[in-house]
Structures are given as structure tokens and as C-alpha cells.
């Protein structure tokens, strides 16, 4: 059997996971498109497109706020689009490269 902790989240495994969709999102980024990512999980009733379309910087990344008492803001990876603006691509480069 496999333990209940194997892939858990905060796992090498889970990090693992999670920096794949993040160096795909970017690879999308640097081909000049902008990025909607989605866990295979998540389904659609309607196009979400609309809910998406934030004006101005606050619509740069629109994802699900998955906070929690550890951190003040923690984005869930599972449901994000992303502009493609050069803040965007600096932002995802930090958070890649950040140990």
C-alpha cells in the first residue's frame, strides 16, 4: 500500500509537481500568449473567460486564493491565468528560481 503521506502536499513530490505546471506556465508566457491553468480536476459549467477579465494590473495573474494561518497570501496552482506582461514573466522566473 502506499502511505497517506506519499505525494502529500509539501512533499518533494508535490514540489515537483507544482514547479512543472510553473515552468509550463512560463514557457506559454515567453511565447507572447497568455496562460490559463487549471488542475485536471476542475471542470466548467460555462466559460470562465469572463470572471477573468480583471482590468488593469489587478487582472496581471487571477487564481484561487487558497491562504491559510501560514501565510498571508498563498495562490492555489490549481486554478491560475496569467496576462502575459514582463512583470508577469519576472514574477514567475522568481518564483522558480526561489529555493
Not at 513530490?13 to 511565447?31: G, M, P, S
Not at 494590473?57 to 497570501?73: E, F, H, I, M, S
Request: net charge negative; hydrophobic share 35%.
Amino acid at each position: 500500500t502506499i502511505d497517506a503521506t506519499f505525494y502529500g502536499w509539501g512533499s518533494v513530490e508535490h514540489k515537483f509537481l507544482i514547479n512543472a505546471k510553473l515552468y509550463a506556465l512560463r514557457d506559454v508566457l515567453e511565447c507572447g500568449a497568455d496562460a490559463f491553468v487549471t488542475d485536471t480536476d476542475v471542470g466548467f459549467r460555462r466559460d470562465p473567460r469572463p470572471y477573468l477579465e480583471v482590468p488593469g494590473p489587478r487582472g496581471d495573474v487571477v487564481a484561487q486564493n487558497d491562504t491559510n494561518n501560514n501565510y498571508k497570501l498563498s495562490l492555489n496552482s490549481g486554478f491560475m491565468y496569467w496576462k502575459r506582461t514582463r512583470q508577469n514573466l519576472d514574477l514567475i522566473h522568481d518564483i522558480i528560481t526561489v529555493p
